[in-house]
């Protein structure tokens, strides 16, 4: 898994220098090429980490750290969720959606969603005939469109939970990329402006904001990784509400409560919540969000 997972991350770095030299002076451009990638990458692990991929990945909760595990990927699939509203949203309206691209913002995520598809139909956690199809299918692809399949998609294959978990900290360690790229971007459009935009201000704090929770989300799942061994069973006698607590720590938190006001108890100051708000609250965990300034 190692392997592979270091296939992806040079297949998206490698994405990043082709753009980078495409879009050489052309800021907006590359920013709306990377929104229309972000808004095929989260229709895709929307798809991902979906219910139905969780009863497959995780069929009988049964220890603490397990039902942690199935909570927190619920959790984490309903942020991705806001993710794809917004770049859709960006993509459809506003100064990134000028001189877009031939395809319509929704047209991008049935592609993302059905690559999210594929990709589940290739990592069964057992072997079954939709892997052997979704194989064909990927074969005939790479002949047909080589440029168009990666060249990782031809080395997926089952995936016991453990490397499930492996693989959803690689696709957000991407996604952080992509995040930060566009941060960039953004940060040297406005540079270039004589006054400030409030459309690019709004649009950075809602990038910087998605780059931590995919920062989070990464470290996460990497976390849920320690819970369970090589053959991917989840390690007996872990508590759940410990398993949940390992998870909030990994939160970026503020320098400092909210101004004006006292610290309340044992409350964790944070910068997101990553979307596990509900479930430390299930488990007397008490976030408390301090928007960056």
């Known amino acids: 898994m190692n392997e592979l997972n270091s296939k ?8 990043a220098a082709e753009y980078k030299q495409k879009f050489s002076g052309a800021p907006e451009g590359e920013l709306h090429a ?13 798809q991902v980490y979906g219910e139905a991929q969780r009863k497959v990945r995780l069929p009988d909760p049964e220890s603490g750290a397990e039902r942690a595990a199935w909570d927190a990927l619920t959790e984490i699939w309903q942020q991705e969720a806001i993710h794809t509203e917004l770049t859709r949203a960006r993509l459809a309206s506003g100064l990134v959606s000028l001189g877009g691209g031939p395809l319509a913002p929704a047209v991008l995520q049935t592609i993302g969603a059905l690559e999210g598809q594929l990709l ?16 064909l299918f990927v074969m005939a692809g790479a002949v047909l469109a080589p440029g168009a399949v990666p060249e990782f998609t031809r080395e997926l294959g089952t995936m016991n939970a453990r490397e499930f978990f492996e693989l959803a900290a690689t ?13 960039d ?5 406005q540079a270039k402006r004589e006054e400030p935009s409030v459309q690019l201000q709004g649009l950075q704090r809602e990038l910087h904001r998605a780059y931590l929770d995919e920062d989070f989300h990464q470290r996460a799942f990497l976390r849920m990784t320690g819970w369970m061994d090589a053959a991917g069973r989840f390690k007996r006698g872990l508590s ?5 607590q390992q998870i ?35 488990h007397g965990i008490e976030l408390v969000v301090v928007p960056e300034e």
């Open 34 to 46: 990377w929104l229309e990638i972000a808004a095929r990458r989260e229709a895709l692990v929307y």
């Open 248 to 282: 909030c720590d990994l939160l970026p938190q503020a320098p400092e409560p909210i101004r004006g006001t006292e610290p309340r108890g044992n409350s964790t100051y944070v910068v997101t919540d990553g979307g596990v708000g509900a479930l430390a609250r299930r």
């Open 185 to 189: 971007l953004l940060s040297s459009l």
């Open 120 to 135: 589940c139909s290739l990592t069964p956690a057992r072997p079954t005939l939709g892997q052997a199809l979704a194989r």
């Open 8 to 15: 992806i991350i040079a297949e998206t770095n490698a994405l």
């Open 240 to 244: 759940e509400r410990e398993c949940v």
């Open 171 to 183: 696709l957000e360690l991407t996604a952080r990329q992509a995040y930060r790229r566009m941060r």
